[in-house]
């Protein structure tokens, strides 16, 4: 019998709770001083905040970078905005970037439930422990955007959060949408794609999956598979599934190259498609995200595994010392 042993569902169930919570922690903290650069250092399930930033700060003028290493870039100096985020406190990488960074004199803020991370930074927004890092989401992304938000770098309307919120208090509507998609995925090895504009979310789908039901997952974006991937359907079998995330604010071309994949696609193996719910970007994306997360939890169980535990992760930590 499988048993959800952490209350996997729970949690997840909770995410507009988590979110609203998180939209609070950054109240009254800004940065001081220009900044010409973001970057989000961090590793799993603590970066993909700073990937979902990245979309979600796609036209601004200031570059956000996320950084999944030892180091910051070279460009790093005090004129950069370094996001140093770690659920635990205790990455080794983000620990070591956080050091980088305060050697080049970057403006850092650190985002942590504690550890070692939370002792080290000055700045520091603290966030609820007791989470894995992956279902933190809320709380790791949020504290960013308010902090951009008051600091001026970023233009976040109370109706694009309010309208985010009522959407994923939807729990239901989302919750058997994913038990749904995911039986049509049982058994198979799925490909996440989406434009390059929300490549974030076809990535945490894939974490998702590999983490909470222990399965090889893969993503892609249009249109680089265009010029590549899609050659590899030549040689592919009825053991994958494609599932394409669409959005209605994708350009036409990408829609148009989406449309002609999937037939090819559809030769080939299952296709599923999901579109994203709500107007405001912010609606768009975390919607899409929240399906994603049942979908991996359901696909848990039908292969009969635990969502929460890593242990495969926890092992090579334990050997790393």
Excluded at 299 to 314: F, Y
Aim: positive net charge; aromatic residues 8%.
């Amino acid at each position: 019998m499988v048993v959800d042993s952490q209350n996997m569902l729970g949690v997840i169930k909770d995410f507009s709770k988590q979110c609203r919570e998180a939209l609070a922690l950054p109240k009254g903290l800004s940065v001081q001083g220009e900044v010409k650069n973001i970057v989000v250092a961090g590793m799993g399930g603590s970066a993909v905040g700073g990937d979902l930033l990245r979309s979600y700060m796609r036209d601004s003028k200031i570059p956000v970078y996320v950084s999944r290493d030892y180091k910051v870039p070279n460009f790093v100096d005090s004129s950069s905005l370094v996001f140093a985020v770690s659920y635990s406190g205790n990455t080794e990488e983000t620990l070591s970037s956080y050091y980088d960074a305060y050697e080049k004199r970057a403006k850092i803020i650190g985002i942590t439930s504690g550890g070692k991370l939370a002792d080290e930074c000055d700045k520091v927004v603290k966030v609820p422990s007791g989470l894995q890092p992956r279902a933190a989401l809320g709380y790791l992304f949020f504290p960013m955007l308010g902090i951009l938000h008051n600091t001026g770098i970023a233009k976040v309307r109370n109706d694009d959060l309010n309208e985010m919120l009522e959407t994923l208090k939807n729990t239901k509507k989302f919750d058997e949408l994913g038990e749904a998609l995911s039986k049509k995925l049982r058994g198979k090895i799925p490909i996440i794609y989406a434009s390059e504009a929300l490549g974030a979310i076809a990535f945490r789908w894939k974490t998702q999956i590999n983490e909470n039901a222990k399965l090889p997952a893969f993503y892609n974006v249009f249109s680089e598979m265009n010029h590549n991937e899609i050659a590899g359907y030549q040689g592919m079998d009825g053991k994958f599934a494609a599932v394409l995330l669409r959005d209605k604010n994708d350009r036409q071309n990408i829609k148009r190259r989406m449309d002609i994949c999937k037939e090819i696609m559809e030769e080939r193996m299952t296709v599923e498609e999901v579109h994203t719910q709500g107007s405001g970007l912010l609606a768009r994306m975390f919607s899409t995200v929240y399906l994603g997360d049942f979908v991996s939890y359901y696909l848990a169980l039908w292969n009969r595994v635990d969502p929460t535990p890593v242990h495969i992760i926890e092992n090579m930590k334990r050997k790393l010392g």
